[in-house]
């Protein structure tokens, strides 16, 4: 198993940015594809950005393309998403997941979560 923890969630002002960490222990980290996902309140989970095991592929959710940049660490366990140029429609709570596979947009192909951390943009 792996678990993941999310970090770096806040308020910031549209136009403002935040970078969120997600930290992963148990097993190898760079045997898993990894997932960012936002849900925001009364709206279903929704695939955000994805990564491969070796950060050589990622796939991006359009609203997000050219603002958002996933990343990923696997000396220290760590994934990353960037946040530029933030807008309020992306106020959520973003977890971040892991899949024993490739890249994938599905959230029912993640095999772990973490517990999400809030992002709020005011305008």
């Known amino acids: 198993q792996v678990q993941l923890v999310e970090s770096g969630g806040g308020l910031v002002q549209a136009g403002g940015s935040l970078r969120l960490s997600c930290a992963a222990s148990?097993?190898?980290?760079?045997?898993?594809?990894m997932g960012w996902f936002r849900q925001a309140q009364g709206k279903e989970r929704e695939f955000v950005a994805t990564?491969?095991?070796?950060?050589?592929?990622?796939d991006y959710e359009d609203s997000v393309k050219g603002r958002f940049t996933v990343s990923r660490h696997n000396a220290e366990n760590t994934v990353y998403l960037q946040m530029n140029m933030l807008k309020p429609e992306d106020t959520a709570s973003y977890y971040c997941?892991?899949?024993?596979?490739?890249?994938?947009?599905?959230?029912?192909?993640?095999?772990?979560w973490g517990q999400g951390t809030q992002v709020t943009v005011s305008s």
């Open positions: 990564i491969s095991r070796g950060g050589g592929a990622t």
């Open positions: 997941a892991a899949r024993e596979s490739g890249i994938g947009r599905d959230p029912k192909n993640y095999n772990y």
């Open positions: 148990g097993r190898t980290f760079s045997s898993y594809a």
